[in-house]
Structures are given as structure tokens and as C-alpha cells.
């Protein structure tokens, strides 16, 4: 990774719908990357939902985020929460997502991409 020597606040990718199929959710710039510091998800629905989130191939072995069951209740939860660092994106990552029913959960990020 290249040193970086601006960073800008940002939200890192508009809100999406996750589809039950992998899908691409953002990819790190190539300048320096970029450091996700909230990974929030809603689940609009009235039934619980489980969710996948990797750091690369959706396989297990790239996972930040496996079958956690997102609750009916409207509310944001953030994954990250806890993490004082965040995950960091090198140029050219990517975050993927997966529902296990499409378009029930709503997924944002939040971090910060430095150049």
C-alpha cells in the first residue's frame, strides 16, 4: 500500500439492496486504498435474515461477516462496532455480500479513502 497523504470521510458506497446471489458491493480506489470503519446493515423485512460479508471471494476463508442473522426489527446494526481500526482496503480490494433472501437487507459503508 502506498503511503497516504490525504484522507477523505466518506460514505464508501450508496446504500444497496443485498441480492441472495454474491454479489460486489465496492472496490478500494487505486490510489491507497481505503479503511472501512462502519459496515451497517437493516433488514426491511419481517423475518430474520442471514448475512455474508468477505474481503475478497465469498468463501469463508475471506470472511468479516458469516450467516450472521440480521433480526426483523428495522434497526441498524453496525459489524464493526468495536473495532477501533477498522478493516483496511488496499488499491484495488474488494467487499462482497450475500443474503440469504434478496432484497431484504439494506447495506452501508462508511470509512474513509485515502490517495
Same mark, same amino acid.
Given at each position: ?22 454479489? !460486489? ?32 471471494a ?5 470472511? !468479516? ?13 453496525? !459489524? ?5 481500526q477498522?478493516?483496511?482496503?488496499d488499491?484495488?480490494?474488494? !467487499? ?20
Amino acid at each position: 500500500m502506498a503511503t497516504p497523504t490525504s484522507f477523505t470521510p466518506k460514505q464508501l458506497w450508496a446504500p444497496v439492496q443485498v441480492p441472495a446471489a454474491d454479489t !460486489l458491493i465496492y472496490t478500494a480506489g487505486t490510489a491507497a486504498g481505503a479503511r472501512l470503519q462502519a459496515l451497517v446493515v437493516v433488514n426491511t423485512t419481517t423475518a430474520a435474515v442471514t448475512l455474508r460479508v468477505t474481503h475478497g471471494a465469498m468463501a469463508a476463508a475471506q470472511a !468479516l461477516v458469516w450467516d450472521f442473522s440480521v433480526p426483523a426489527d428495522g434497526l441498524p446494526y453496525d !459489524l464493526l462496532e468495536g473495532s477501533s481500526q477498522g478493516i483496511v482496503l488496499d488499491s484495488g480490494d474488494v !467487499l462482497r455480500a450475500q443474503a440469504a433472501a434478496a432484497t431484504s437487507l439494506t447495506l452501508h459503508g462508511y470509512g474513509v479513502e485515502m490517495a
